[in-house]
């Protein structure tokens, strides 16, 4: 998927966290 390279871009913060967890709420 592309979720590695836009945490990649994105900074280690909520922000990232929120992209990664609504990810897995859609891949779910």
């Given amino acids: 998927t592309?979720?590695?390279a836009i945490l990649?871009?994105?900074p280690a913060?909520?922000?990232a966290r929120?992209?990664?967890h609504?990810?897995?709420l859609?891949?779910?």
Avoid: M
């Fill in 13 to 15: 913060g909520s922000s």
């Fill in 26 to 28: 859609i891949r779910s």
């Fill in 18 to 20: 929120q992209i990664f």
């Fill in 8 to 10: 990649g871009h994105v």
């Fill in 2 to 4: 592309l979720l590695p």
């Fill in 22 to 24: 609504y990810a897995q």
